[in-house]
């Protein structure tokens, strides 16, 4: 069966590559002609690793052909997987099954509410990879994907198919721990770098400020009935920073390059599950709106 890959993101990129070099059939699936036509001149997806450059011509399609999809992976911002599910709908098939590789929270919900009757695993990824050019992907970190089902605890088939593909994977039964985890992460660490225009490692001289969020994250957690995401969550805090500390943040690459942020999926989730349950975390909302009046100067989305 084909794999439909929609988002030639770093991590959409890095997933058609590797499965194409195991020889599994995959097909790209891009935003417009524009797009198809310039990816056709770059001759397909390159996969840069350990220095190697490896070219994979791999099939690429527009959104409304009429070939059906019966295994899609939407590696697309989280602010975009909606409307792409929307405009693929058609061709998404009773009992088709949808990969969502979206930061944050939110999102994966409203694309499972608007495609019923279609499976919907969600997943978390750490892996590390950056694009260098168009369809050119650096794979820069190995990390580890977990996947699951809120709704059904079987897993799929194919995943002997990500193993021969080289991607590191596991199965888990408790996927919204794994993506409450990684929101409450992110939020500890994304704004911060943006607000502060630093590299992950330089939040170590806010300590008090990274360890205030961290305790009213893991607030945050145990009321959403997370108690298992909170864990540890201010040493887990402290061990991404200084494993990460030479890098910038997913959000601060945003800010930086004058593209719409995930703060609507990620700060904004985490502050709304907290007006739900009546819960006051002053210096999270204080966060937030500095965030907003950040991004509002810049001229830049507000979600």
């Not at 030639?8 to 097909?27: E, Q």
């Not at 935003?31 to 840069?48: D, V």
């Not at 997987?81 to 099954?97: C, F, K």
């Not at 904004?268 to 210096?283: E, S």
């Amino acid at each position: 069966m084909t794999w439909h890959v929609l988002g030639a993101g770093s991590l959409g990129t890095l997933w058609a590559a590797r499965l194409a070099r195991a020889g599994i059939p995959v097909s790209l699936i891009l935003r417009n002609h524009e797009r198809l036509a310039a990816y056709q001149a770059a001759g397909g997806l390159s996969l840069i690793e350990g220095g190697k450059c490896s070219q994979y011509a791999v099939p690429a399609e527009l959104p409304d052909s009429d070939t059906p999809i019966r295994r899609l992976l939407l590696a697309c911002k989280a602010y975009d997987a909606e409307s792409a599910v929307a405009d693929l709908a058609p061709r998404l098939g009773e009992g088709a099954e949808l990969l969502l590789l979206q930061n944050g929270l939110g999102s994966q919900q409203a694309v499972a509410q608007r495609l019923p009757g279609r499976r919907c695993l969600f997943a978390s990824s750490t892996e590390g990879a950056f694009r260098q050019a168009d369809f050119q992907v650096v794979f820069a970190g190995h990390g580890h994907t977990w996947l699951g089902d809120p709704e059904n605890p079987q897993p799929p088939a194919w995943l002997d198919e990500l193993q021969r593909a080289g991607i590191a994977h596991q199965w888990t039964a408790d996927i919204l721990m794994r993506l409450w985890r990684k929101l409450a992460l992110n939020c500890a660490i994304n704004p911060l770098t943006v607000l502060y225009d630093c590299r992950n490692g330089d939040l170590r001289q806010h300590p008090a400020e990274v360890t205030e969020l961290c305790a009213e994250l893991g607030e945050l957690l145990q009321r959403c009935g997370q108690p298992a995401a909170a864990d540890d969550l201010h040493d887990e805090v402290l061990r991404v920073i200084g494993a990460t500390a030479a890098n910038y943040s997913s959000m601060h690459q945003d800010v930086t390059q004058g593209r719409r942020t995930e703060i609507t999926y990620l700060l904004g989730y985490a502050c709304a599950a907290a007006q739900r349950h009546d819960l006051q975390l002053p210096h999270l909302s204080y966060l937030q709106q500095r965030l907003l009046d950040h991004l509002h100067e810049r001229g830049l989305p507000l979600n």
